[in-house]
């Protein structure tokens, strides 16, 4: 009689500004690497069973995010976390951050504190620090590092099938943006043109990289540009304090539910640029469903031709469910090259 092997997997799910991240706490054996940017590089190059278990059916959707706690290689970060998304493993990603970072806080893997904290967590793009705030045992808001931005090209030109001459800026954050004039495009940035944004923005990154690939100044090839960051009108809240309706995509496919973290940090960077923005000023960037990020721009250097804004991101994660799931080997809609990847399974 053969037996029925499975697999167990321990995740505690969250949102920020309604993208789901889900955090895997355990269940995966150790991936070899000196550090958390070699451990990803193993996962992409090798191994993308993991990612495609959790975010393909039955277990996940395309929309989602996956984060994986590993070991932190640096000994002034509490832990390591590796990105998955649809289009690949990001270096780093503000929105997957502030889920990370809450996430280790209420599980207790990182010890809470009331009132004010600061601790260091490991990405693929090294240390970041992450300061949170914990009121009556909550975590209320996680303030991280955004990756020094930068714009690669401004105000170029692109024909685009069924859209004709759109003009827009590449901006680095993290991975490559192009930033889009919402208003120029038809958009009022609501709810309901969630599907035409998602339409408007593949054949803008189709068009894109047919043509370009912009390569970092220093990181060299960091892939195709996957992302569009559609700008809506800014308005003045106060003093050095701006709000911004917009809309980040994902290829293929996938308008985020929230503005994401490097999509405001391509702002930032795009704004201080046009001379928008200046150090000290925030930008409060609001998505289709209501919720909000908060960027900050922390710093300005000269590098080479570049002007590259240090920033930080504000937002909130809330813990939507602790699971454990079960991988059944003999399932054939579950990824099965994901086995390999999970710890020694129990069998029945």
């Known amino acids: 009689m053969s037996?029925?092997?499975?697999?167990?997997?321990?995740?505690?799910?969250?949102?920020?500004?309604?993208d789901i991240s889900?955090?895997?706490?355990?269940?995966?054996?150790?991936?070899?690497?000196?550090?958390?940017?070699?451990?990803?590089e193993v996962l992409r190059d090798d191994a993308d069973g993991l990612r495609r278990l959790?975010?393909?059916?039955?277990?996940?959707?395309?929309?989602?995010?996956?984060?994986?706690?590993?070991?932190?290689?640096?000994?002034?970060?509490?832990?390591?976390?590796?990105?998955?998304?649809?289009?690949?493993?990001?270096?780093?990603?503000?929105?997957?951050?502030?889920?990370?970072?809450?996430a280790l806080l209420e599980s207790g893997l990182v010890a809470k504190r009331e009132g004010r904290q600061q601790f260091m967590l490991e990405s693929p793009a090294g240390l970041v620090t992450i300061e949170a705030e914990v009121r009556d045992n909550v975590v209320r808001s996680i303030t991280c590092g955004g990756l020094p931005s930068y714009v690669e090209t401004y105000n170029a030109t692109i024909s685009v099938p069924?859209?004709?001459?759109?003009?827009?800026?590449?901006?680095?954050?993290?991975?490559?943006?192009?930033?889009v004039d919402a208003a120029a495009l038809g958009f009022d940035l609501v709810r309901a043109?969630?599907?035409?944004?998602?339409?408007?923005?593949?054949?803008?990154?189709?068009?894109?990289?047919?043509?370009?690939?912009?390569?970092?100044?220093s990181l060299g090839?960091?892939?195709?540009?996957p992302f569009v960051h559609f700008a809506g009108p800014v308005s003045t809240i106060s003093d050095g304090h701006y709000r911004s309706p917009s809309a980040t995509y994902v290829h293929p496919g996938v308008i985020c539910r929230s503005t994401t973290g490097t999509g405001t940090s391509a702002r930032l960077a795009l704004m201080q640029h046009e001379g928008r923005l200046d150090l000290g000023d925030t930008l409060e960037t609001v998505s289709l469903g209501g919720s909000a990020f908060t960027g900050c721009i922390t710093g300005v250097t000269q590098e080479g031709e570049r002007m590259v804004v240090a920033n930080t991101i504000t937002g909130r994660a809330f813990v939507l469910s602790r699971s454990e799931i079960i991988v059944n080997q003999d399932d054939p809609l579950v990824c099965h090259e994901a086995f390999d990847l999970l710890e020694t399974p129990s069998a029945r």
């Open 162 to 179: 069924d859209l004709g001459y759109i003009r827009y800026s590449i901006v680095y954050s993290g991975g490559f943006y192009a930033v």
């Open 22 to 40: 889900r955090i895997v706490l355990g269940g995966v054996a150790d991936i070899p690497g000196a550090n958390v940017r070699s451990r990803m």
């Open 221 to 225: 090839d960091v892939g195709p540009l």
């Open 3 to 18: 037996r029925t092997v499975s697999y167990t997997l321990t995740l505690l799910d969250t949102h920020a500004g309604g």
């Open 193 to 217: 043109e969630r599907d035409r944004l998602a339409e408007c923005a593949y054949a803008i990154v189709e068009a894109i990289q047919a043509q370009d690939s912009p390569r970092h100044y």
């Open 54 to 102: 959790l975010l393909e059916e039955p277990y996940g959707r395309p929309d989602m995010s996956v984060d994986l706690i590993v070991p932190a290689s640096d000994a002034a970060a509490e832990m390591g976390y590796i990105i998955m998304e649809v289009m690949g493993y990001p270096i780093y990603s503000g929105s997957n951050t502030i889920c990370t970072a809450t």
